[in-house]
């Protein structure tokens, strides 16, 4: 059981999640709103696309420009000399 304030990875990574869908929403019912079919047609392929990229693609959003040259170029030595 954790303490009362402090959350889980899975709970952080949900509400980062509903946020993000949230802020989208927000965005765009700024002003003429869309109606809700638009915005899950729009949500939808969002996630879709998310769902295609591939995992370098995905690392390199989430790590630092340095730290993914550091291992790609670490994972690009590995294949050379180990074969």
Known sequence: MFPFGELTDEEVTKAQFYLAIRSIIYKQTKGDAPDAEVMNRIVEKMVQEAINLPAS???????????????????????????
């Open 57 to 83: 693609k995905i690392l390199s959003m989430v790590i630092s420009p340095k730290t993914y040259l550091v291992m790609k170029l670490r994972n690009s030595w590995m294949k050379s000399t180990c074969r």
